[in-house]
Each structure stands twice: as structure tokens, then as C-alpha cells.
């Protein structure tokens, strides 16, 4: 299959064009300052201290290595990876599933120690960076067009879109 004629690409409208630069500035630019701080103030990624901060909202503090990587979107192979680092750290150990496959993901009280000690500092730069100029409509707003954003994500990537 050859490259698309031009008249059948769907291009990106003037107003399309102008609101995708600002994603894109957003979406590079924001977890990048993130892991800024929190590799700066507590030693950690954003993606490990995500993973540490959904284990600490979770019943008994463990959740199946499976139901982390759907809450943390990520696949269980990087999510994986990222539980052996934080065992070695000893915040995160590994509980076998009685009689089916798969594990739970379980905090130590270090690892809530950890959470406990980094969640004040991330938070006051996620208020900084993403909150403080927003007004209340503004988050609504927020977290309707992300919320669309990601099912028009989701629905793209399972129909194929960007895969390789």
C-alpha cells in the first residue's frame, strides 16, 4: 500500500493545528518538569512515585500486578520492571496469587513512608503547574476534555491506530 493521496488526508484545520501545539507542549513539557522535582526532592520518577501513591489509596495497601498496570497505563512488562526497582529499594515486595497466576504488588511501610514524604512537595507543584491558574470551571473543563481525550485514545489504539 503506497502513501495517501493528499486529498485523502483528513489535514489538521488552522483551529486544530493551533490546539494540537499546545497538547504537544503540554504533554512534553509537563512530565518533564514533574520528574524534575520528584527526582530532585525524593529520589523518585513520576511514574514510581504514581505507582507508590495508587498502592497507598489501595485496600491493604496491594493490588494485583495486573489491576496496578491498568490504574497506572501502563503495560504489565514496564510496570514489572519498575516493581523490581522499587523492591530493591525496599518500598515494594511481591505476594504470589494463591492458586492462579499473576501477583499482588504489595507497600511496605517504607514505601509508605516514602509516599508520605514525597506527596507534600509534588503536590504543591502540580498546584503550581497545573491548578493555581485554573478556576473551578477550568478544572471542569479540564477533566472533561481529558476524559475524552483518553476514550478517543483508548478506542484508537485497541481499532489499531499507532501501533506498529
Do not use: C
Amino acid at each position: 500500500m503506497g502513501a495517501q493521496n493528499s486529498t485523502e488526508t483528513p489535514w489538521l484545520s488552522e483551529a486544530q493545528q493551533d490546539a494540537w501545539r499546545v497538547l504537544v507542549s503540554l504533554i512534553t513539557r509537563l512530565p518533564a518538569a514533574l520528574d524534575t522535582q520528584l527526582q530532585r526532592d525524593s529520589d523518585l520518577t513520576h511514574f514510581e512515585y504514581f505507582v507508590l501513591a495508587v498502592l497507598s489509596e489501595s485496600p491493604e495497601r496491594r493490588l494485583r500486578l495486573s489491576e496496578l498496570a491498568g490504574q497506572a497505563n501502563a503495560s504489565l512488562s514496564r510496570l514489572s520492571h519498575v516493581v523490581t526497582r522499587l523492591e530493591k529499594r525496599g518500598w515494594v515486595r511481591r505476594e504470589t496469587v494463591s492458586g492462579v497466576r499473576g501477583a499482588f504488588a504489595v507497600l511496605t511501610d517504607a514505601g509508605m513512608a516514602k509516599v508520605v514524604e514525597a506527596a507534600p512537595q509534588h503536590v504543591s507543584t502540580v498546584q503550581a503547574l497545573v491548578f493555581a491558574g485554573l478556576d473551578d470551571d477550568q478544572v471542569a473543563q479540564l477533566r472533561s476534555l481529558g476524559a475524552a481525550l483518553v476514550a478517543q485514545l483508548d478506542e484508537g489504539i485497541a481499532a489499531g491506530t499507532g501501533k506498529a
